[in-house]
Structures are given as C-alpha cells and as structure tokens.
C-alpha cells in the first residue's frame, strides 16, 4: 500500500468525505457509516457501512477497469479510505433502469417490478436544496455543466456498466434494478468517480425479488449492513 498523508477536508457529504494529499492529484474518499435518504431527510449512523462499502466499491471499480472503464480509483489505502484521482465532477447524476423502482414509479405511475426493455437512462442535478430534480441534456448544455461529448460519453459508459453489472449480478443470483453514477474529468478524460455500491443502485434476489440495497433502509425492512454483506459475499468479496 502506498504510504501518503491524509491533509485537508475537502468537503464532507452525506456518506464520504473527502480529503487532500501530498499529490496534487489525488484525493483519498473516506467511506462513512452514516446513511441517508430522501435527500438528507432521514439520516442514521449504520455500524461497518463505511467499511462494507469501502471494500465493496474497490471491488466493483477494479471489476469495470479491468472490462474497459476508466474509473478514478486508484486503490485501497485501509478498511475505510480509498486513494483516488482528483476529479473535477459533472454535477449531475446518470440513472439507467432495467426495472421499474423508486422515483420513476411515482412520476409516470408504474408498478414496482415492470421491466424496461430496452434499460431506461435519466439525468438529475446533483442539488439537495432542489432534491435532485430530473433534467435533460439540453439543461446540461444550456448551464454549460458538460459538454455534448461529454454527455454522449457519459451515456455510452453508463450502459457500458449496465452490460458489465447486469451479468456479474446475475450470475450471483441477483437482479440489478437500477444504478447511479457521477462523472469528472481528469487531465482531458472523463472517468467514472464516486461509488458503485449498494447505497447507489437497488438490487434484489432473483428467486425471491427479495430487496437488498438501500431501500432496506428508505423502507425500514432492517438489517441493512448485513445485506450489503450477503450482496458483497455472493460476489465473492472477501
Ligand atoms: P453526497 O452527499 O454529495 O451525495 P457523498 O457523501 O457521497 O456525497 O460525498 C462524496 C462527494 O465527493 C460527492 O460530492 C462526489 O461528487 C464527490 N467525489 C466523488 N469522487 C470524487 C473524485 N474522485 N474527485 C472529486 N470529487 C469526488
Ligand atoms: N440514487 C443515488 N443517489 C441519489 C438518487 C438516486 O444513489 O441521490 C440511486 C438510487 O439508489 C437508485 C437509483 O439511483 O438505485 C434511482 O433512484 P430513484 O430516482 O429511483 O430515486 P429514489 O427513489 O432512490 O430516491
């Protein structure tokens, strides 16, 4: 493991925070246990979620670099901390959807578990203030949050993963439902930052469509942690 010095916060979010280093280029995410939803409405502190996710999201990111996707991780410095590149991020957030959950269900009034064939793909501005609303890329363009290449490059990399996850998933016995990603540019690339765990997408068993992301917490079903684990074991995340 590299040897470098945490330095300044840089800023703290609902779940990470985020940290200078002697390399002007690189930044260390530090995975919290606290958890959140509903835009920061409910809030609870989830003992070995940071490390649970920390572990997990190292995992995910090694699996998508090794199929093609640069992402901005770098590697794990401890059970908590995670050394990655310095992203200037988009500040928005990709949504792809291969079944029908959470917020598309109430907006256009589907039922819960509805394929999407072919995946559905939706942007959202990152602003709790305005709880995330959706947008489209002419808002992107129009606030000059990204550019057109960037959005294409954003949409064909967040399918790329779709491809990628869906099979790894499956072949564990899982379905993934839908994800989040978030987008930066690093010295002229776009590289997918952030986390890919499962406080960011839904994922349920394939027998029995049993939930085991974060709407065991969003739905008050328990044993959140411990899901996050069985998901990870099923993996093979050791
Ligand atoms: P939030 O409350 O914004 O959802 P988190 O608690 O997940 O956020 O904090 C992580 C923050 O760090 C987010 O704002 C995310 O966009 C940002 N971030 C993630 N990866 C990087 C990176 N490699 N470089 C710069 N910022 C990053
Ligand atoms: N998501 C996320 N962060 C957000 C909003 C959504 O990680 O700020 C993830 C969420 O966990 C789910 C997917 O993106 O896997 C789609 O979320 P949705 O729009 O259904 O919103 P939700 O009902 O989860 O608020």
């Not at 949050?145 to 564990?172: G, P």
């Not at 978030?182 to 394939?206: A, I, M, N, Q």
């Not at 027998?207 to 328990?222: A, I, S």
């Amino acid at each position: 493991m590299t040897k470098i010095e945490k330095g300044d916060l840089v800023n703290s979010g609902k779940a990470k925070s985020l940290y200078k280093t002697s390399d002007p280029d690189l930044y260390i995410l530090h995975y919290r246990d606290d958890t959140s939803a509903f835009d920061g409405e409910k809030k609870e502190s989830l003992e070995g979620k940071g490390k649970t996710n920390n572990k997990f999201n190292a995992f995910i990111m090694q699996e998508l670099e090794k199929q093609g996707v640069a992402t901005h991780f770098n590697e794990l410095l401890s059970e908590t901390d995670s050394l990655v590149k310095k992203l200037k991020m988009i500040p928005v957030e990709c949504v792809v959807r291969n079944i029908a959950a959470g917020s598309i269900c109430k907006r256009l009034g589907l039922k819960e578990g509805l394929e999407l064939n072919p995946p559905t793909f939706e942007f959202f501005y990152k602003d709790d203030d305005l709880h995330d609303p959706m947008i489209n890329d002419f808002h992107i363009i129009s606030f000059k949050w990204a550019t057109e290449n960037e959005i294409t490059q954003m949409k064909e990399k967040t399918f790329q993963v779709n491809e990628i996850l869906k099979r790894l998933f499956a072949n564990a016995g899982m379905i993934l439902v839908d994800y989040k990603l978030e987008f930066g540019s690093y010295k002229g690339d776009l590289l997918l930052g952030d986390e890919f765990t499962p406080d960011g997408c839904r994922v349920w068993d394939s027998e029995t469509r049993e939930k085991l992301d974060k709407d065991r917490f969003r739905q008050d079903l328990g044993d959140v942690v411990e899901s996050y684990k069985l998901i990870a074991e099923r993996l093979g995340i050791t």
